[in-house]
């Protein structure tokens, strides 16, 4: 099942994948980028990509145009593409949008979540209470709320999310793996609520509960400066 963002189901996809070569590349590329093999700052070299992939150049430079479309990398003149850096203030605007956006999405889609996605839903939740991993949590947690967005029809506002999502995945690790799993109670007790509001179809309260939970992890980053140091 393709998610939002062009993950799939069962922990990604590799260059021998299905789809063209560029599409193949992307899929590599945005992998090793979410899972923070490629870091904020590192650049990409598209003779290297080439070469690991036994590719030409042309399939790598527009796999890149197309991570630069979903906000996972940016591309240079003269110099090539690297994964953004961000500071703590970005990271805070990127936020409060996240804040505005999601909430918005949500409720465009939650008349249109099947009864499979629903089911789906809680089976993600179940699978993120009983881990410890912090790669495992992140990569759930992603599938979680891109899931219960995959009702919105409308494409703008989905593409915006992933982007958005995608620009501060590196920052949810470093908090994830600075804040242990000891709070890790209140993002399943978040997570419950919202999910209990899809099930009862109730767009007010998915749009209250998903506001406070992105507005929380806002706060507390910005209590953790150490997650921008060393950026670049």
């Not at 899929?27 to 990409?44: H, S």
């Not at 240079?76 to 956006?101: C, F, W």
């Not at 991993?133 to 409308?154: K, N, P, W």
């Given at each position: 099942m393709t998610r939002p963002g062009g993950?799939?189901?069962?922990?990604g996809v590799t260059a021998a994948g299905p789809g063209t070569t560029s599409e193949r590349i992307a899929c590599y590329l945005r992998r090793e980028i979410l899972d923070g093999t490629i870091g904020p700052g590192q650049r990409i070299r598209q003779e290297d990509?080439?070469?690991?992939?036994?590719?030409?150049?042309?399939?790598?430079?527009?796999?890149?145009?197309?991570?630069?479309a979903e906000g996972l990398t940016e591309l240079e003149t003269n110099k090539g593409a690297r994964v953004p850096a961000l500071d703590s203030h970005e990271v805070d605007v990127i936020y409060q949008?996240?804040?505005?956006?999601?909430p918005l999405a949500v409720t465009q889609s939650i008349a249109n979540l099947s009864a499979d996605a629903l089911a789906e839903l809680d089976v993600i939740q179940t699978r993120i209470e009983r881990g410890d991993d912090v790669g495992e949590f992140l990569r759930l947690d992603r599938e979680f709320h891109l899931l219960s967005y995959s009702g919105c029809a409308i494409e703008q506002l989905l593409s915006s999310v992933t982007r958005l999502w995608n620009c501060t995945q590196?920052?949810?690790?470093?908090?994830?793996?600075?804040?242990?799993?000891?709070r890790r109670w209140i993002v399943n007790a978040e997570h419950r609520l919202l999910l209990d509001a899809l099930v009862r179809r109730d767009p007010t309260d998915a749009e209250r509960y998903l506001s406070g939970h992105i507005r929380r992890t806002r706060m507390e980053l910005a209590r953790h400066p150490e997650v921008f140091t060393g950026r670049g």
């Amino acid at each position: 099942m393709t998610r939002p963002g062009g993950e799939t189901r069962g922990g990604g996809v590799t260059a021998a994948g299905p789809g063209t070569t560029s599409e193949r590349i992307a899929c590599y590329l945005r992998r090793e980028i979410l899972d923070g093999t490629i870091g904020p700052g590192q650049r990409i070299r598209q003779e290297d990509v080439a070469e690991r992939l036994g590719a030409s150049r042309l399939p790598v430079r527009e796999a890149l145009r197309m991570l630069a479309a979903e906000g996972l990398t940016e591309l240079e003149t003269n110099k090539g593409a690297r994964v953004p850096a961000l500071d703590s203030h970005e990271v805070d605007v990127i936020y409060q949008m996240r804040e505005r956006l999601e909430p918005l999405a949500v409720t465009q889609s939650i008349a249109n979540l099947s009864a499979d996605a629903l089911a789906e839903l809680d089976v993600i939740q179940t699978r993120i209470e009983r881990g410890d991993d912090v790669g495992e949590f992140l990569r759930l947690d992603r599938e979680f709320h891109l899931l219960s967005y995959s009702g919105c029809a409308i494409e703008q506002l989905l593409s915006s999310v992933t982007r958005l999502w995608n620009c501060t995945q590196h920052y949810r690790r470093a908090f994830m793996t600075i804040s242990g799993s000891g709070r890790r109670w209140i993002v399943n007790a978040e997570h419950r609520l919202l999910l209990d509001a899809l099930v009862r179809r109730d767009p007010t309260d998915a749009e209250r509960y998903l506001s406070g939970h992105i507005r929380r992890t806002r706060m507390e980053l910005a209590r953790h400066p150490e997650v921008f140091t060393g950026r670049g």
